[in-house]
């Protein structure tokens, strides 16, 4: 058994010698050391030998064990050290070499708006708010006085998720303000950017996802005057001092009274084109003073405050403001199109 642990040492230093990876002396490790290699089932015979020659085989057997895991562990970073030469040699970086320019992306002509938008109501004062896209019907359209016979709720206009109807992808972001209302007493001054969903189909200009700013100031003697200065304002901003406005009567559910703002059509001037369905005017926004029934339903006392609200379609204050005729070039990622922002 002597000459058969002898001859174990030797095949171990001779394999030790041939291996080059890490892989390899794992390997070795298993079929000298591991639970069914050589040296253990050595060990395992030692039940056979008379008992003056166990002491000295396992002496012996030991020995050897300690000496192969030295020279593994010797051979492991001796591989360790020459991997990491070659690799840093692989992986030199030469510092001289003129690095690659990558092509820089562009905002979105929408969020140029948009931030643009939220500048000028910033510096007016108001606030930033947000809320969910995934909506329940009480706050997108109970809590604001939107009547349960409104063609708004039918399945054919909104995207329900539940089929008791309380639950669906947001159609406006008039819930952000009720959640405002329920959370802030006024003075209330707060914008609500978002997408929202509606069942229209894809044209010109008409698309099932698009995006809205919505408008809240509530606070005491809040008039129709201040709802007219402040939209004018923004109109002026956006498209310059001289653009003209159009305030006609209207009805919403949330607002009393209510309006709604064309502006002159910035591709033909108002002289008539396809944008503007040749009326020379778009449609941007719908507005009016908040109902009283809101206010009520959110805790604050219609005696005591008043407010206005208005909701922008940031799509097409997007199209105005650069001359775009047509809504589905603001979704179709055509870089010839977005290049030009």
């Known amino acids: 058994m002597k000459e058969k642990l002898e001859q174990i040492k030797q095949e171990a230093v001779d394999a030790l010698g041939e291996a080059a990876t890490a892989e390899a002396l794992e390997l070795l490790r298993v079929r000298f050391l591991g639970k069914k290699g050589e040296i253990t089932s050595i060990l395992k015979q030692m039940g056979s030998l008379p008992d003056e020659e166990r002491p000295v085989i396992g002496g012996l057997a030991n020995q050897v064990r300690a000496y192969i895991e030295n020279a593994i562990a010797k051979k492991a970073r001796e591989i360790e050290s020459r991997e990491m030469s070659e690799r840093l040699i692989d992986e030199a970086v030469d510092v ?32 930033i708010a947000e809320g969910p896209e995934v909506e329940l019907s009480s706050y997108d359209f109970d809590r604001l006085n939107i009547p349960i016979t409104h063609p708004a709720r ?11 109807e309380s639950v669906h992808l947001r159609c406006q972001t008039s819930p952000v303000q009720v959640r405002v209302m329920e959370a802030q007493r006024p003075p209330i001054r707060i914008i609500a950017p978002g997408r ?25 003697g809040v008039t129709m005057g201040d709802l007219k200065g402040t939209l004018n304002m923004i109109v002026g901003k956006l498209y310059g001092e001289s653009t003209k406005t159009r305030f006609r009567p209207h009805h919403f559910p949330f ?25 020379g005017w778009l449609e941007l926004l719908g507005a009016g003073v908040v109902h009283p029934k809101v206010l009520a339903g959110c805790g604050i006392d219609p005696d005591e405050y008043s407010g206005f609200a208005f909701g922008i379609g940031l799509d097409r204050m997007t199209m105005l403001r650069f001359g775009i005729d047509d809504m589905r070039l603001l979704f179709e990622n055509d870089l010839r199109f977005l290049n030009q922002f």
């Open 255 to 279: 607002t009393e009274p209510s309006c709604e703002v064309d502006v002159q059509c910035v591709v033909c001037g108002g002289g008539g084109c396809r944008t503007c369905k040749n009326c």
């Open 154 to 164: 039918e399945w054919t206009d909104t995207f329900y998720t539940a089929e008791d």
């Open 96 to 127: 001289t070499i003129p690095g690659q320019v990558f092509p820089l992306g562009r905002r979105h002509p929408i969020t140029i708006v948009l931030d643009e938008v939220k500048d000028i109501f910033i510096g007016m004062g108001f606030d």
């Open 196 to 220: 929202v969903y509606r069942k229209d189909e894809v044209d010109s200009s008409h698309s099932p996802m698009f995006h809205q700013i919505e408008g809240l100031v509530v606070d005491r």
